[in-house]
């Protein structure tokens, strides 16, 4: 990943694995896209790296079995724990304090979710403060989470499971989310582009049983 990180990546306990470095690149890159990764060398202040966590093939095969998991007649509240594609951080930083994340799995929430709303869909997350939604289309939500002053961003895909049960892609749709204190960037159009981008190339290494229609670009505002 040449604008981002020259050498092996890092693994999760700060060590260099050059077994998988060169994989953990190439899903940074294809997840961020190229415009992606120029974005984050212009607005980041120090050199970067990046840390090895989860692979696609990985994350796809913990989807699957949230969703096939999941009973539509259940009242419990889903418990499912996303699987983080991309950590981009300071390099010559310990600990690794400022750090850009990608993350995708099950959601807990369904498609129709009143994002954006007052109710208690933030407060069941475990969250506080301001929702924005932004409705790409039918087959994606993206949101805007404000806590405290800082950003979360998040992404909802219908994506149909063989083998789930009926309904499955709006019960428990693919969720992305997106963290940023690395790049100084305040503004909330450049994180929700590159992380519609990521859903598009997720959705894709996922095989979606109902191919879900993701844009190149945001809707106009």
């Known amino acids: 990943m040449a604008l981002l990180l020259g050498s092996a990546a890092c693994s999760s306990d700060g060590t260099r694995d050059t077994g998988t470095g060169d994989r953990t690149r190439e899903t940074c890159q294809d997840l961020l896209g190229t415009a992606g990764e120029r974005w984050v060398k212009e607005s980041s202040a120090r050199q970067t790296g990046l840390v090895d966590v989860k692979d696609l093939k990985t994350a796809k095969a913990a989807f699957y079995d949230d969703a096939r998991s999941w009973d539509p007649g259940s009242k419990a509240v889903s418990s499912f724990l996303p699987s983080e594609l991309c950590r981009i951080v300071v390099q010559d930083q310990k600990p690794h304090t400022s750090r850009l994340s990608i993350s995708y799995g099950a959601s807990v929430f369904p498609f129709d979710s009143p994002f954006g709303e007052k109710s208690d869909v933030s407060g069941a997350s475990g969250a506080s403060g301001e929702e924005t939604l932004v409705r790409v289309n039918s087959d994606v939500k993206l949101m805007v989470r404000k806590n405290n002053g ?72």
Request: aromatic share 6%; proline share 10%.
């Open 150 to 221: 800082t950003y979360d961003y998040a992404g909802y895909v219908k994506c149909r499971v063989p083998g789930a049960p009926a309904t499955q892609e709006t019960g428990v749709p693919l969720a992305g989310s997106m963290t940023d204190t690395l790049t100084g960037d305040t503004g909330t159009g450049p994180h929700l582009r590159y992380l519609l981008n990521s859903a598009r190339v997720v959705a894709k290494a996922f095989a979606c049983g109902n191919n879900p229609t993701i844009p190149t670009k945001l809707p106009a505002t």
